[in-house]
């Protein structure tokens, strides 16, 4: 065998090889590495699209978040300013309602002074009648009059 022949035909079959694997086998696996590195950019796209709706729905939550807080600061501020309105107008109320009793109480008292002012009134009258008709009845005398007088003082 001659190395030269045996070269050439080796360059032959290698060229043949060659031609076939470029024409049949390397196309379908230079596709299949377009179709991988095309689905890797792909998913490499969404996951940085998901990135940045997922870092857009945080800014959103934190802004409803602070609006939220906003709202139930106002709130709780309204609410207590209305308890404290609430308190005041009782407190106001109470103060009415408490002076018109004592009102009440004063009058009520005024009228049982004047109605035991009468009543003893009447006492003093019916006894300084009582008392003249017992000096009236007796004879006159200093001394009965100063003892009945005295009596009189004691029943007052």
């Given at each position: 065998?001659?190395?030269?022949?045996?070269?050439?035909?080796?360059?032959?079959?290698?060229?043949?090889?060659?031609?076939?694997?470029?024409?049949?086998?390397?196309?379908?696996?230079?596709?299949?590495?377009?179709?991988?590195?095309?689905?890797i950019?792909?998913?490499l796209?969404?996951?940085d699209?998901?990135?940045?709706?997922?870092a857009?729905?945080?800014?959103?939550?934190?802004?409803?978040?602070?609006?939220?807080?906003?709202?139930?600061?106002?709130?709780?501020?309204?609410?207590?300013?209305?308890?404290n309105?609430l308190?005041?107008?009782?407190?106001?109320?109470?103060?009415?309602?408490?002076?018109?009793?004592?009102?009440?109480?004063?009058?009520?008292?005024?009228?049982?002074?004047?109605?035991?002012?009468?009543?003893?009134?009447?006492?003093?009258?019916?006894?300084?009648?009582?008392?003249?008709?017992?000096?009236?009845r007796?004879?006159?005398?200093?001394?009965?009059h100063?003892?009945?007088?005295?009596?009189l003082?004691?029943?007052?």
């Amino acid at each position: 065998m001659n190395l030269n022949a045996t070269l050439f035909a080796q360059i032959v079959v290698f060229m043949i090889l060659w031609g076939f694997t470029m024409k049949f086998v390397w196309p379908p696996i230079t596709k299949a590495l377009d179709e991988r590195a095309s689905k890797i950019a792909d998913g490499l796209a969404a996951a940085d699209k998901a990135k940045s709706e997922l870092a857009n729905a945080n800014a959103r939550v934190a802004q409803e978040l602070a609006q939220s807080r906003d709202e139930i600061a106002k709130r709780l501020s309204d609410a207590e300013k209305r308890g404290n309105a609430l308190v005041e107008e009782a407190k106001g109320r109470a103060t009415a309602e408490a002076n018109k009793i004592v009102a009440d109480a004063k009058a009520e008292a005024d009228q049982l002074v004047i109605s035991a002012r009468e009543a003893l009134r009447e006492q003093v009258a019916a006894l300084a009648v009582k008392g003249a008709e017992q000096i009236l009845r007796r004879e006159v005398n200093a001394q009965v009059h100063a003892d009945l007088l005295t009596h009189l003082k004691s029943e007052l």
